[in-house]
Nanobody, 115 residues
Framework: QVQLVESGGGLVQPGGSLKLSCAAS????????MNWLRQAPGNERELVAS???????NYVDSVKGRFIISRDNVKNTVYLQMNNLKPEDTAMYYC?????????WGQGTQVTVSS
């Protein structure tokens, strides 16, 4: 059974940093691309960053140069290092994989950027 558990969110001032973690279980993580998405109230869920099985990374333009996605296949964990946070980064952040055409999500972790 696929399980994704996010952690690391919180309240941070503009310009601050947070590191999100997603602990994965129930599947062979090294075989899958891993994704971070976010959703702010009233907005659609947005793909923020992804990392494939060869550690190739992609980012939405709004976070390029500020966020870094990484994975530890020994710890079965994917991370999102977020630097120079802005108020518009405020959202619920979700970890995601797609397996056999089906999307799996964690419960999310809230990130709030405010002074």
């Amino acid at each position: 059974q696929v399980q994704l558990v996010e952690s690391g969110g919180g309240l941070v001032q503009p310009g601050g940093s947070l590191k999100l973690s997603c602990a994965a279980s129930g599947f062979t993580m090294p075989l899958y691309a891993m994704n971070w998405l976010r959703q702010a109230p009233g907005n659609e869920r947005e793909l923020v960053a992804s990392i494939d099985v060869r550690d190739r990374r992609n980012y939405v333009d709004s976070v390029k140069g500020r966020f870094i996605i990484s994975r530890d296949n020994v710890k079965n964990t994917v991370y999102l290092q977020m630097n120079n946070l802005k108020p518009e980064d405020t959202a619920m952040y979700y970890c995601n994989i797609r397996q056999s055409g089906r999307d799996y999500w964690g419960q999310g972790t809230q990130v709030t950027v405010s002074s």
